[in-house]
T-cell receptor
Framework: AQSVTQLDSQVPVFEEAPVELRCNYS??????LFWYVQYPNQGLQLLLK??????LVKGINGFEAEFNKSQTSFHLRKPSVHISDTAEYFC???????????FGKGTMLLVSP | GAVVSQHPSWVICKSGTSVKIECRSL??????MFWYRQFPKQSLMLMAT?????????EQGVEKDKFLINHASLTLSTLTVTSAHPEDSSFYIC????????????FGNGTRLTVT
């Protein structure tokens, strides 16, 4: 069975500072990895995904993530955050294409001025 | 891009009544849709996989008679919470993907259900 661990439930950061949101997964087979963002009272929006190929994946809103197979990690990074990046971020894994996603518990990114 | 529309965005109902939530793929066909439930400050928990033209597949612990799912067409799935109770109050989110091998999941904006 697959699982996702997001170690930080909340990450406070100042505007224009860099940020890294951590995600580790476990699976017995090859995986696809995703990061989603959720704004209050809204659904989820796909930030980026890793299917295969280059381990550095660039997404929307200036975010990027790096797949590290040896460390089973897929950490999300942004070099300079904005107030508008304040939201909940979910890491997710799929073992069979997109048929079923398993989500982490989420990390609340709090950007303050 | 692909859009998933979920309706209503919020609903308040009395205990014992039933509530229907719709999930539509607006510009693509979706053989499979997914229903999630999200408790405050928690992650999304998959409730069931909705399959067009056949019965839904429920996750362990989800009552199929409580949460009725109907996937009548390639663009519409509905979730009906029957005989709702306050403990059913939650945020329900649907998702769908285009019927091709490399399509991502697209999520609706969710429905906030409050049972009084």
């Amino acid at each position: 069975a697959q699982s996702v661990t997001q170690l930080d439930s909340q990450v406070p950061v100042f505007e224009e500072a860099p940020v890294e949101l951590r995600c580790n997964y476990s699976s017995s087979v090859s995986v696809y990895l995703f990061w989603y963002v959720q704004y209050p009272n809204q659904g989820l929006q796909l930030l980026l995904k890793y299917l295969s190929g280059s381990t550095l994946v660039k997404g929307i809103n200036g975010f990027e993530a790096e797949f590290n197979k040896s460390q089973t990690s897929f950490h999300l990074r942004k070099p300079s955050v904005h107030i508008s990046d304040t939201a909940e971020y979910f890491c997710a894994v799929s073992e069979a294409g997109y048929s079923t996603l398993t989500f982490g518990k989420g990390t609340m990114l709090l950007v303050s001025p | 891009g692909a859009v998933v529309s979920q309706h209503p965005s919020w609903v308040i109902c009395k205990s014992g009544t039933s509530v229907k939530i719709e999930c539509r793929s607006l510009d693509f066909q979706a053989t499979t849709m997914f229903w999630y439930r999200q408790f405050p400050k928690q992650s999304l928990m998959l409730m069931a996989t909705s399959n067009e033209g056949s019965k839904a597949t429920y996750e362990q612990g989800v009552e199929k008679d409580k949460f009725l799912i109907n996937h009548a067409s390639l663009t519409l799935s509905t979730l009906t919470v029957t005989s709702a109770h306050p403990e059913d109050s939650s945020f329900y989110i649907c998702s769908a993907r285009e019927d091709s091998s490399n399509s991502p999941l697209h999520f609706g904006n969710g429905t906030r259900l409050t049972v009084t």
